[in-house]
């Protein structure tokens, strides 16, 4: 019921050089950029960066060596992660790709969409989108209606995704359709198609957001014709394929990392003789990184065992996401400055950018509602 | 070893103690349960190997989660501290529950003690207190003091559990010893506040699990509540507080080995007095005006988590204590504290290399 019994030092000890080497590559790649660029972190899409990183090896870690990987357990790429958003390293464009599309493609991919897609994923040269909700199938994944249909050797695909982040960036959407009828329940006759965005067939338009960030897409098919092999995994088996590519989305530190850097931005800013509203701030919050740091790493290593994380990995998002909505607001507090869109200080604008991303924090990834139903399931409630 | 400790402890308390054997016990002392706890040995499991301990405290922490549990009326947690503290000195521990004192005592040329112990758990029924005393020229010793025939105030907190006040004068302690380097001044709060976590933790899963089972069997408009989502919702948060405190106080337990790691026990301590406060709340909530009487398991439990929070520092106390020094480390120190896991290892030179943000 408790998040699993982990004994940290030995597991992570072994992962302290690769630790130390992604951080002395962030020291020297992210030199002197400001806080207010680096806000948005694993929203923040930087081609050059994910290159460089994928140059490192340090994308799709976990895959196997044959595909460019490094072999390595989810640990690894666990301390990858944790590394590059505590530097707030700009990692969106290839972040889809390493967290759930090469694991997805790895797991139910043919070989040859293995051979063709996975070395380009790990050189940083090939990302993706997730093509879930639509405008009317939000929480309510399974309410979907975009639908492919078979014709001779192709599929025939109508229909739209909305919210898709750096769809008008990426190379490929996996995308959760109908192919064919809800026979047996509403999780039936769904499966996974392999899009490539440049196609006829696929219209991309920019969904501004409270930022005015161009980063949400709404992804429009009209008769897009793909070919048979477009399809990943088993025809009808999408609804177990997406949910056990959400597991991949739950528990990592990009659930408690988010508004690290203005954590840090504060401590800067307030220096090192803090009055005591300022040092009860940052010491809860400070506290509560320490356990979300650890509670991640636990749900990390029931992964590398290959054990259930279901629950803990909810218990773990539900509270990282609200510890990451709580630094702008507690910020806000202290009264240091007002939050600035344009003008005043480094810290302002990255108070002012965290306030308006944190709504996000726990709607993406399945909302707040939605973890908390799957705590209850977990616990025999439901 | 950690499973086997688990398994015998849970298997102990859960044999010996019920709402009614609480309930007296919080009303006198219970020699009888304290001999039968005793007798497993494990009040002794923090002392020195050949004295039947050499138990890691990464170990330790399922006993000491255990006593928030099932509400154990005994000063276990205290005695398994004070075997520690012995045992770090190089002294000799004497049988019987014991104690310990966050005030420090003053110690004179001819080896004598005074001063004024508050607040000290179960003093009138631990056999000894072991104490920090201090000469004029600041030299501290460790000291183990016999409780008897001593003046004493006292009084109780609101799980019922004694906290009395000792006064010494010019008291002979039974065993003094050197206070080892590895123990700074702050020893004694550090480790109750490191053992308030854990027993907090406890707590907390075991007021989850009285409401999982309430929720479960308690109907209203015609099912049980729990099928209703406003209390799934609750009950969630509550797991969430649960797990929360439970593994920053394990983490806690686990980074302790020859002295207290600052960093971790304090968060453990920010952390589960938080969740403290918030569980209970949760949980009387759930449970309705049933959980009030006197007689509910709940209330034992709840009790002991509003006692506990406010014990060896309040929340607010420690995040000052924490973000001061979280400040006097710096910014461009800050990730490598969280993945080092203390304040000591701040370097200037890791520092001086790590992501520098431009104005």
Not at chain 1, 11 to 16: F, K, M, R, T
Not at chain 1, 158 to 164: D, E, F, L, Q, R
Not at chain 2, 53 to 67: E, H, K, L, Q, Y
Not at chain 2, 151 to 179: C, K, Q, V, W
Request: glycine share 10%.
């Amino acid at each position: 019921m408790t998040i699993a019994e982990f004994k940290p030092r030995q597991e992570l000890e072994d992962y302290e050089a690769l630790r130390h080497a992604v951080r002395g590559f962030l020291t020297r790649e992210l030199h002197g950029r400001a806080a207010p660029t680096l806000a948005k972190s694993w929203m923040s899409f930087d081609a050059d960066f994910s290159r460089k990183l994928g140059e490192q090896g340090w994308i799709g870690v976990t895959l196997p060596k044959r595909y460019g990987g490094l072999g390595a357990g989810p640990f690894a790429r666990h301390v990858i992660s944790e590394e590059l958003l505590a530097a707030s390293a700009p990692v969106s464009a290839h972040w889809i790709a390493d967290r759930q599309s090469g694991p997805l493609i790895l797991r139910y991919g043919t070989e040859a969409q293995r051979e063709s897609l996975l070395p380009r994923i790990c050189r940083g040269e090939l990302y993706f989108c997730i093509g879930m909700s639509e405008p009317n199938a939000g929480s309510d994944l399974a309410a979907i209606v975009t639908k492919a249909r078979r014709d001779g050797d192709e599929w025939v695909v109508n229909g739209a995704k909305i919210w898709t982040t750096n769809a008008h960036r990426s190379h490929y959407m996996i995308a959760l359709v109908l192919t064919g009828d809800r026979v047996s329940g509403r999780h039936s006759g769904l499966s996974q198609l392999l899009i490539d965005l440049s196609l006829p067939g696929v219209q991309i338009r920019p969904i501004m957001d409270l930022t005015g960030a161009d980063s949400f897409n709404e992804v429009v098919f009209t008769d897009l014709r793909l070919p048979a092999d477009a399809l990943i995994g088993e025809e009808g088996r999408g609804w177990d394929q997406v949910t056990a590519e959400l597991a991949f989305e739950r528990s990592g530190p990009e659930r408690y990392l988010s508004s690290v850097i203005l954590l840090r931005t504060l401590i800067k800013e307030v220096g090192v003789n803090p009055d005591a509203t300022q040092a009860s701030v940052i010491g809860r919050l400070v506290a509560r990184l320490c356990t979300l740091r650890h509670m991640s790493l636990a749900v990390a290593a029931k992964l590398q065992a290959g054990e259930d994380s279901v629950l803990d990995a909810a218990i773990m998002k539900d509270i990282g996401t609200a510890f990451e909505q709580e630094i702008p607001e507690l910020a806000q507090l202290l009264d240091m400055a007002e939050p600035t869109s344009e003008g005043g200080t480094a810290y302002s604008q990255t108070l002012a950018l965290l306030m308006q991303m944190a709504p996000a924090f726990s709607i993406r990834g399945g909302t707040r509602q939605i973890i908390r139903g799957i705590i209850a399931r977990g616990l025999g409630l439901r | 070893m950690r499973e086997i400790i688990e398994n015998s402890v849970e298997r102990l308390f859960a044999d010996q103690l019920n709402a009614p054997a609480i309930a007296a016990a919080e009303a006198a002392w219970p020699a009888a349960l304290w001999s039968a706890i005793e007798e497993t040995g494990i009040t002794r499991a923090t002392g020195p190997e050949s004295a039947g301990g050499g138990v890691p405290w990464s170990d330790i922490f399922v006993i000491v989660r255990a006593i928030g549990q099932h509400a154990v009326p005994l000063p276990v947690s205290e005695t398994l501290f004070a075997h520690w503290l012995l045992a770090g000195a190089d002294l000799e521990a004497p049988s019987g529950p014991m104690t310990f004192a966050t005030d420090p005592l003053h110690l004179s040329e001819t080896g004598r003690v005074s001063g004024r112990l508050k607040n000290v758990p179960w003093g009138r029924n631990a056999g000894h207190v072991i104490a920090i005393a201090k000469r004029a020229c600041g030299r501290a010793s460790l000291v183990q003091l016999s409780t008897k025939n001593i003046a004493m105030e006292l009084g109780s907190n609101i799980a019922r559990e004694p906290r009395d006040t000792l006064n010494f004068d010019h008291a002979l302690p039974s065993a003094a010893g050197h206070l080892p380097d590895v123990f700074d001044g702050d020893v004694m709060r550090l480790g109750g506040a490191l053992l308030r976590s854990a027993q907090m933790a406890g707590g907390l899963q075991r007021v989850l699990r009285e409401c999982l089972q309430y929720a479960q069997v308690r109907r209203q408009f015609g099912r049980t509540i729990g099928s209703f989502q406003a209390v799934q919702h609750d009950i969630a948060v509550l797991a969430e507080h649960s797990a929360a405190a439970s593994r920053i106080a394990e983490i806690a337990f686990a980074s302790t080995q020859v002295s207290l790691p600052l960093l971790h026990v304090g968060s453990a301590k920010i952390v589960a007095s938080d969740a403290a406060g918030a569980g209970a709340a949760l949980a009387h909530g759930i449970h309705g005006a049933i959980g009030l009487a006197s007689e509910h398991a709940l209330q034992f439990v709840t009790r002991r988590l509003w006692a506990w929070r406010s014990e060896y520092g309040s929340r607010e106390v420690w995040a000052q204590y924490i973000g001061k020094l979280t400040c006097e480390v710096g910014e461009s120190n800050f990730w490598s504290t969280i993945t080092n896991g203390t304040f000591d290892r701040a370097s200037v030179a890791e520092a001086a290399n790590y992501v520098v943000l431009s104005n």
